[in-house]
């Protein structure tokens, strides 16, 4: 599998970091279009939510928006979704005929809302929507599994086999790490350093305690905010205080062959 870290950043980006967005593709597929591979990889590239400057990003991977015909939201939040109608027009102005969102409680009025206010993109093409909740189901040839998180809206944290793991926004807790247990990869909010006092994400050493003696071998810190400028070594270490894996920070352009 490889994952590509399109977004990092938060509800305020940086020159460095744009709103949340991973691109999760198959081994195969990512190296398809040149048609090596014996079969069509665009069919299974998938857009973990679609935040602000995600559009952009997508466009200088080898993918391009063109190749991803399928969104998969943890949740609502702007930072999220406010690249979605922008990745709509985008395929529909490339000649792409089908678009899929799938997510959680809600995504259809959520998409049904963006289409009212963008009423000219309404039947530029095979829009469908789909929602999913903590379980196990297909989407873009991927099996994945949905875990509810704990955040200030309902958000899905989804499982990828014993590959990759992806938190969406939510506090540290022991029933999220236990899910993530026994994966290779898991990239977590850690939105904030430890001196500041939040909710609805976690500080590295609440993360670091939620993870104590899990089985997953190396973490990805995501979804930081402009606070951590500068504090990304203490908060590795905060977090290794109590999980004994593999700690990094996540950046925009990271690619992961997993």
Known sequence: MRVTFLGTGSAMPTPDRVQTGI??????????????????????????????GVL????????????????????????????LMALLKARWLAGEEHLEVVGPAGTKALVDGLLEVHDYLQ???????????????????FAVEGFETRHSMPC????????????????????LANFASGVSVLAHDCSFPDEV???NHPTPTQLGEALSGTDVDRVY???????????????????????DGDVRMAKDGLRLEI
């Open 221 to 243: 810190l995501t979804h930081l905010y402009p606070h951590t400028r500068g504090k990304h070594s203490e908060m590795i270490r905060s977090v290794e205080r109590s999980f």
């Open 23 to 52: 691109l999760v593709e198959p081994a195969a597929a990512a190296t398809d279009d040149d048609g090596d591979g014996g079969g069509d990889g665009r069919a299974r590239r998938l857009l973990i939510d679609c935040g602000s």
């Open 123 to 141: 039947g530029r093409m095979d829009l469908r929507v789909r929602e999913v909740g903590a379980e196990s189901f297909e989407v873009a040839g």
């Open 56 to 83: 952009g990003r997508l466009s200088a991977t080898d993918a391009g928006y063109e190749a991803v015909s399928t969104v998969l939201l943890t949740h609502h939040h702007l930072d999220h979704v406010s690249d």
């Open 156 to 175: 899905l944290a989804y499982r990828f086999g014993d590959e990759f793991v992806f938190s969406g926004d939510s506090e540290a807790f022991r029933g």
């Open 197 to 199: 006092d939040v909710s």
